[in-house]
Antibody, heavy 120, light 106 residues
Framework: QVQLVQSGAEVRKPGASVNVSCKAS????????INWVRQAPGQGLEWMGW????????NYAQKLQGRVTMSTDTSTGTAYMEVRSLRSDDTAVYYC?????????????WGQGTLVTVSS | DIQMTQSPPSLSASVGDRVTITCRAS??????LAWYQQKPGKVPRLLIY???TLQSGVPSRFSGSGSGTEFTLTISSLQPEDVATYYC????????FGQGTKVEIK
């Protein structure tokens, strides 16, 4: 069965970076893409960006351009998302979710979420 | 950037009621529209994609319609297990989520 298993909760100080991993199983990793979505406490869903596990193409949300990098390791079936220069409003649950390999689309399988807390 | 506006922000209905949630796009998006259900403390669940295609395993009381700029999610007969927040998502290149609609039982 398809599974996306994310890395554990993180606590960072403002200005630091965080890296969240998402290990896929149960499907051919490089025939899909990954959306990254975050949700601040009590708030709605926010799309952060997309990466193709087929060719590494990316598309980032404009508000995060320059602070976020998404990557994949097809040998291990793992996607990574790094956010730099963290601020308190980056505190959120971060989700990876499977989508199309050619463009950001709807997401049929989601990781369990990773809570990132930014606090001094 | 295209904006997605959901209405209402919340609603309360009785078990068995027909419930409709609307999602409007600031520009035409063809049928690149998905709907998700998120229960408290849970991961979002895909209900509908391509505006009206029901995801496998989703009960048939859920349906989607629309094209261009106006879309609706309908629950034909509200059940207690449908209490959740519902989000629309515009996709294709850049994705954008609506603000969500919280559905409660009266």
């Amino acid at each position: 069965q398809v599974q996306l298993v994310q890395s554990g909760a993180e606590v960072r100080k403002p200005g630091a970076s965080v890296n969240v991993s998402c290990k896929a199983s149960g499907y051919t990793f490089n025939t899909y893409g990954i959306n990254w979505v975050r949700q601040a406490p009590g708030q709605g869903l926010e799309w952060m960006g997309w990466i193709s596990a087929y060719n590494g193409n990316t598309n980032y949300a404009q508000k995060l351009q320059g602070r976020v990098t998404m990557s994949t390791d097809t040998s291990t079936g793992t996607a990574y998302m790094e956010v730099r220069s963290l601020r308190s409003d980056d505190t959120a649950v971060y989700y990876c979710a499977r989508t199309n390999y050619y463009s950001s689309g709807s997401s049929d399988y989601w990781g369990q979420g990773t809570l990132v807390t930014v606090s001094s | 950037d295209i904006q997605m506006t959901q209405s209402p922000p919340s609603l309360s209905a009785s078990v068995g009621d027909r419930v409709t949630i609307t999602c409007r796009a600031s520009q035409g998006i063809s049928n690149y529209l998905a709907w998700y259900q998120q229960k408290p403390g849970k991961v979002p669940r895909l209900l509908i994609y391509a505006a009206y295609t029901l995801q496998s395993g989703v009960p048939s009381r859920f349906s989607g319609s629309g094209s261009g700029t106006e879309f609706t999610l309908t629950i034909s007969s509200l059940q207690p297990e449908d209490v959740a927040t519902y989000y629309c998502q515009k996709y294709n290149s850049v994705s954008v989520f609506g603000q969500g609609t919280k559905v409660e039982i009266k």
